[in-house]
């Protein structure tokens, strides 16, 4: 229909119509931000900037990871918060820097998406930036169409500047004037650039942001956010499956088309650790949704007890039949009390065994009580003694090696939603050789737990043991039948 109409215009009526088609598009192409909507990831992603000064936005490839970061700083810069914006705002204009890892990268990526393709100086303002924000722009010299700086006109009526640079030119390049915006690197910046770039903000309260493909490996910037977890900031991770821009089989395509050991990385946003990684296993291998526990399947429950670190909890449930270890349950909580741990445990089955490592036999100073028997005292069913195989050997990497063995060989599974637990198994990884114990809470809870399964008892067997009513001993003869 639509084309017989078209077919009935006389050549005026033509020429008018794609003149109003033309700047219809024109006029879209100008404001691309009253047009964005960002999908559920990326809303997080902005939302945090509400409570967290550094935020990573870790995503596979060509999922909307540096668009988003690209939109946000176009908001900022202009003022022009849409309705739906649930993120910080700045009262004013303000001063942002910029960059990626080369000043040819920069000009490709960040620029391109802030103010329009490089090459085409007429296309400048359909980027991120609306046409009638764009105020001026000052260019680089030696790099054809790469942008210095830029001037926006802010909704005040003031003037926001925002800075190009890249982390090829080293820190001193980074040295600017305090920023009372912030500070976006898109994809990973070396550490002295990121601390230089944080620093601009420090007077002002700014933020900054990275947007990244986590190509790197457990590079110094990745372990702040992942591992350190240093105050103050947040990690939001895109993966294919939240690209809502994809079909099922395009995803399932793309994935594909990824070399094996970068699918994790390209397509789920997970750190590639290469061969010091110490569960080499894909997601999917052992993600599975969660159901209802048989009641004939015996259960456990691993403690890492935390002094310097979050106090941790696994639970298990274990298929004898088929000899398959499910992860139903996890737990980790920092700067807590026992008392607090102990209630968190006792919550989801006082009855269920709980095994606990050597940290256990440690004597409270002031009490002088072993931290296990606090514990019991509380009310859970501790074993009476410490972690350890049938042989009574505890080795880490034992331990470790057994729920690889368990991983590879499908007898050892993960509820899916259990995303704290996948969180260590990611990012635990071996430096020359050893194991970084850091960050591994959960994962040595569920150790200690998988090496004290011969104990594991159905809710029917555990009725047998009356824990509250045992008597207060010293944690440290294991029998050899009951385990208690």
Known sequence: ????????????????LYELLRLKDLRFKRDRLSAYRPYKKQMEFH????????????????????LAGAFEVAMHVTGRYPDWWQGRRFPGATRWMVGSESVELTRKGVQRLLLGPPEMREEWGTGAIPYDCLHDTAMRQGVSDAVSSCVVKHVSGDFSVIQFSSYDQGRTKWQADTVDGGVWFDEEPPLPVYTEGMTRTNATGGMVFVTFTPLLGMSEVVRRYLVE??????????TINDAEHFTPQQREAITASYPEHEREARAMGIPILGSGRVFPVAESA???????IPPHWPRIVGMDFGIDHPTAAAWLAWDRDSDVIYVTDVYRQ??????????????????IPVAWPHDGLQRDKGSGEQLASQYKKQGLAMLKARATFEDGSNGVEAGLNEMLTRMQTMRFRVFAHLEDWFEEFRLLHRKDGQVVKIGDDI??????????????????????????????????????????
């Open 1 to 16: 229909m639509a084309d017989d109409v078209f077919a009935n215009l006389s050549d005026e009526e033509k020429r008018e």
């Open 47 to 66: 939302t945090k900037g509400v409570e967290f000064k550094e935020r990573l936005f870790t995503a596979g490839n060509q999922l909307g990871k540096t």
């Open 229 to 238: 977890k240093a105050a103050g900031t947040t990690v939001t991770t895109m």
């Open 286 to 292: 052992i993600k599975m949704q969660s159901f209802p």
């Open 334 to 351: 920092k700067d807590a009390g026992i008392a607090i741990h102990a209630a968190a445990v006792r919550a989801r089955g006082e009855w």
């Open 443 to 484: 994962v040595s809870a569920c150790r200690y737990a998988v090496m004290s399964r011969r104990f594991a008892k159905t809710q029917a067997e555990s009725g047998a043991y009356s824990f509250r009513a045992m008597p207060t001993l010293d944690f440290q003869v294991l029998d050899a039948e009951t385990g208690y």
